[in-house]
């Protein structure tokens, strides 16, 4: 007999699948034999990787061999939505339940637990476990000194503190110890921030701010001063980048909220966020008229969705400034209302401008803590740069989402052209663009990637021409291809589903980004020009 539990996440797509086979040996004395229990997590930029040896051990006769699944595997796209759930479907007494009481730290997916909670779990089981490993190797010092290496391998060093690495999670034991060899050859470096850090960071653990970053920003700073900003100048140096000290007021220019001549710009920002919050006077109180109830009660379950791993979007009055944003743009823009999706596109401003009064960390600061009139700016300037981004692609969220069609399709035949062997092995496994590559679209790969890298790839993409709504498609493609030899690996129809919908980009940084976004220019030089290169 075959039993099958599905477990996931409370992120969406997020599922581990177990198997139990249980074998009877008699008809007259029925015998269950060992269960073996198979688990395969799921990781990505919106889900922190199990730590490998935390996951349960099996006796050494009845260990599974993660090499060798022979797990029934989903024949169709159908097949597979069948037996998953997403994220986004929640039934009534889920929404009630969702929004009442929140659920014990206990009883909640080990992704969501918080980030404290994990690593003092992690800091304890290990310490007993690398004492105890200590206490019966009475071998030598250097081979102490090997078993000690092994493993802290994924133990890194901040500020003379030892903080515990997630950065890798594995579908099979052989890739976990191929990783702790790599690890071993590899000199101690601070750790990168998790998918919960919101801060610049490169990959390789150093700061931001070199010698070269000093100069850039110098002079991001006298093009700002000058009293007509050259807009071209200043998207000419935001294309690799914007220093954070600048990037609010830049983002503001780049975006058309903000005028280039200097003198205008306190007016005008005056103006603007007198207006918006005109808007909450006059239609913010209809949330509750039968006509508008059911958009706000949508809003108000996906406000809670909204990066649930960073603290700064669980505060109360971060949520009610994000639920007034989305109203408000859902009934100025009857055309498409709101959609699920749109929540994400305001935080990366709502980060960006609230870093201009914070010199902490962003994503644990108290946003109360600040003067109610910059409460209000961060809230009114977030409010108008999304709607200046969603003018540019708001044919992604009207009716039947013709914009995502025609994008998912044209990535569709980009990749045909650019890597024939990834194109025939979705055909070959029947995987649909759709399936993981509409989210693509419709979150602007914000479900992808750490907020750090959206914020970075957003500096791009403010800079490039027709950033959000045509050089996406092109950052889509390379993105696609940078797990080319992850895809291949994969030689069934759900690991393809659930690597392409979770891959692991949790420890990306700006390194990692810049060349992204080179290879992405690449492809856009080679076939934006020529559209009929998409086609043989």
Known sequence: MVFVLKTFTFAHLSDAFIQNDSQVKD???????????????????????????????YPKDTKPKFNNLK???????????????????????EDEDFLGTPAPASSLPSGLQSASTQNQQQEAGDTDSRSSHRRASPSSDAQNLQDVQEEDADCELVNGKVVKSNSEAHLNSSS????????????????IPLVARISDQNASGAPPMTVREKSRLDKFKQLLASPNTDLEELRKHSWSGIPREVRPITWRLLSGYLPANKERRELVLKRKREEYFGFIEQYYHSRTDEHYKDTYRQIHIDIPRTNPLIPLFQQPVVQEV????????????????????????????FVVFLSEFVTEDVENFEVAALPLDTQRNI??????????????????????????????????????????????????????????????MNNLLMRELPLRCTIRLWDTYQAEAEGFSH?????????????????????????????????????????EVGLLLAEAYRLKYMFADAPSHYKR
Not at 337 to 345: K, T
Not at 475 to 489: D, T
Request: hydrophobic content about 40%; overall charge negative.
């Open 176 to 191: 976990v110890h191929s990783t702790l060899q790599k690890q071993q050859s590899l000199p101690v470096r601070p750790i």
């Open 71 to 93: 797990s029934k595997k989903a024949s169709s796209f159908h097949e597979f939505a069948r037996s998953t759930n997403d994220a986004w479907d929640i039934d009534d007494e």
């Open 322 to 349: 994000f639920e007034r944003i989305l109203f408000i743009w859902a009934i100025r823009h009857p055309a498409s209302g709101y959609v699920q999706g749109i929540n994400d596109l305001v935080t990366p401003f």
């Open 471 to 511: 050089f996406h498609l092109y950052v889509c493609a390379a993105f696609l291809i940078e797990w080319r030899k992850e895809i291949l690996s994969m030689v069934d129809f759900q690991g393809l589903l659930m690597l392409l919908q979770n891959v692991p980009t949790i420890h990306w940084g700006n390194e």
């Open 27 to 57: 008809s007259s004395k029925a015998t269950v034999q060992w269960e073996t229990v198979i688990v395969q997590p799921v990781y990505g930029a919106q889900h922190p990787p199990l730590d490998p040896r935390l996951r349960r051990t």
């Open 379 to 440: 809230e009114a300037d977030s409010f108008w740069c999304m709607s200046k981004l969603l003018d540019g692609i708001q044919d992604n969220y009207t009716f039947a989402q013709p914009g995502i069609q025609n994008k998912v399709k044209a990535l569709e035949e980009l990749v045909s052209r650019i890597d024939e062997d990834i194109h025939n092995h979705f055909k070959k496994y029947e995987v649909e663009y759709l399936q993981f590559a509409f989210r693509w």
